[in-house]
């Protein structure tokens, strides 16, 4: 296949249906890693076509939906400051934070821009010597690359008005930790077919030897999600647990070895705090102290700041597949996307948006 259309040919998803169908003698629960996975998944029905017994659960890979609420709170308060120019991805402007979200603050008069990549952020540097331009660098291992080039950049032109407030997760050591979890449901993984074009497969055989559990990478179009599962149903059928990757067209073995380089010149590994969720060891990225002048954190007084989330948002639930939007009291009542109380009815890829734009029925029954 060429071109993108074909990955949504009704005939071939039948085809697999029937498959998955025929392969399928007892229930399973399968989790997709990715928020733009799980859009597509509720945007086409896929879940609703397969057989009675075999769940897909929702993972936590919605980069807006994990960034912790403190690293929303310290942005705010960044961008009320009169010398700071906050720069962020557009999905961040509308996730709340303890008491603002950035497009309040913007509103306030904080100068809150919207940018597409880092590499805007820097030029905004370079055009306001006399402000101080912080860059919101947010999301897994698919943004990392780029925003470790915008900090490698700033350093090599010597830029001093230039940081970046750093959120970045990884997607390995998610699985990990939801893997050792005592509510743990999942029997298989689709793992995301984007953060493996960027990293590569290496990272994920440990997790299938260490758990004995099957994952398979794939990719975002219909076709590409019904081969995955009918890939995981195969191999748990047959009792097996290998690493195979549905999305050949995009993801070699080692991954995008340059990008991986200049992550690593520019990032360490380190603990991180995912929103909803809590503190996973080793599961976050930290600038490397060569770019302490570029990390928001350490140029900036920020102090600690501690919140709690929303009691009612049961986004820690959704995020590691134990509850579905639809369960959550406040869904499509006191929570839309345009009063959000938690952050995946906001972004693009939360799990509750997609649930509220392809399957709001769903909680009337
Ligand atoms: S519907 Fe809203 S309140 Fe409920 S879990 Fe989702 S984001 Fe949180």
Redesign the pocket.
């Known amino acids: 296949m060429k071109y993108l259309d074909e990955y949504r040919d009704e005939r071939l998803a039948h085809g697999l249906v029937a498959e998955i169908a025929r392969q399928t003698t007892r229930a399973w629960v399968l989790m997709e890693i990715c928020g733009g996975q799980t859009h597509t998944i509720m945007r086409y029905g896929l879940d609703e076509l397969l057989p009675r017994g075999l769940e897909l659960v929702h993972g936590p890979g919605c980069p807006v939906c994990v960034t912790p609420l403190e690293s929303i709170d310290k942005a705010i308060a960044l961008a009320l400051r009169s010398e700071v120019i906050l720069v962020s991805y557009g999905d961040m402007l509308r996730v709340p934070g303890s008491r603002l979200d950035l497009f309040r603050a913007k509103a306030q008069g904080a100068d809150v821009r919207v940018a597409y990549s880092p590499t805007e952020a820097v030029k905004i540097a370079r055009a306001n010597p006399d402000r101080k331009v912080v860059f919101l660098a947010i999301g897994f291992e698919t943004t990392a690359p780029a925003n470790a080039m915008a900090a490698w950049q700033a350093k090599r032109e010597g830029l001093q008005n230039f940081s970046m407030l750093v959120s970045h997760v990884l997607v390995p050591p998610a699985i990990r930790a939801l893997m050792v979890s005592d509510t743990n449901r999942v029997q298989g993984f689709i793992a995301p077919g984007h953060v493996c074009t960027v990293m590569g497969c290496d990272e994920y055989e440990s997790l299938v030897r260490d758990f004995r559990v099957p994952i398979v990478v794939g990719g975002f179009e219909p076709l590409d999600l019904l081969e995955a599962v009918l890939m995981l149903i195969r191999q748990l059928e047959a009792g097996q647990a290998k690493l195979e990757n549905q999305y050949v067209r995009s993801v070699s073995y080692s991954g995008n070895v340059p990008a991986q380089r200049i992550m690593q010149e520019v990032f360490e590994v380190a603990d991180q705090k995912w929103r909803g969720i809590g503190m996973i060891p080793l599961s976050g990225l930290r600038l490397r102290d060569e770019y302490a002048a570029y990390d928001a954190n350490r140029v900036f007084d920020l102090g600690e700041i501690t919140v709690e989330e ?1 009691a ?4 820690a ?2 995020l590691q597949g134990l ?1 579905k ?1 639809t369960d ?5 009542m ?2 839309t996307p345009e009063n ?7 972004s693009s890829e ?3 948006a997609a ?2 734009h392809y399957r709001r029925h769903a909680v009337a029954s």
Do not use: H, N
Not at 312 to 315: G, P
Not at 328 to 332: S, V, Y
Not at 340 to 346: K, N, Q, R
């Open positions: 929303p009612e948002c049961i986004s639930q959704v509850k939007p959550c009291p406040a869904f499509g006191r929570c959000p109380l938690g952050a995946p009815m906001v939360g799990a509750c649930y509220y």
